[in-house]
């Protein structure tokens, strides 16, 4: 994530401003859409690998970061968005703490996407070949 600082002018004032932005691009991962009360949401994992090679041999490492989608552009995204596709993302950062079922208390960081953001599709592939038990949640 980065933190952007910018200089506004807000009513002939000079104002310097600190943006959440967060941009990725990787493969999505279990797709979701439902109706709330209020609104639509579409959440799914967004999975950015990353690769170097150190004397000689190639590595990967793969993040896991959870998307969720708000309004009318989770509207337009139900139905769209498959495993492994690879997609490119564009919101704010947030972290929220919840209590589970079993009543423990758990934190969470989401990458949000509402009227700011947004989500381009850039190609539908082959799922990546991740198990299930190596998603940390």
């Given at each position: 994530?980065?933190?952007f600082r910018d200089t506004i002018w ?75 596709d690879l997609a490119v993302v564009r ?34 592939k082959q799922a990546v070949p991740v ?7």
């Amino acid at each position: 994530m980065q933190c952007f600082r910018d200089t506004i002018w807000n009513a002939g004032q000079k104002q310097e401003v600190e943006m959440n932005v967060v941009m990725l691009s990787g493969s999505i991962k279990e797709p979701m859409s439902k109706k709330t009360e209020k609104s639509h949401m579409t959440r799914f994992t967004l999975i950015t690998t990353t690769e170097w090679t150190r004397n000689g041999r190639t590595n990967t490492y793969q993040d896991y970061h959870r998307v969720v989608v708000w309004g009318q552009a989770s509207e337009y995204l139900e139905g769209k968005l498959h495993d492994g596709d690879l997609a490119v993302v564009r919101g704010e950062l947030r972290n929220r703490k919840y209590t589970d079922k079993d009543g423990n208390e758990r934190r969470v960081t989401e990458v949000i996407i509402n009227n700011n953001g947004g989500v381009e599709i850039l190609s539908q592939k082959q799922a990546v070949p991740v198990a299930d038990e190596d998603i940390p949640l």
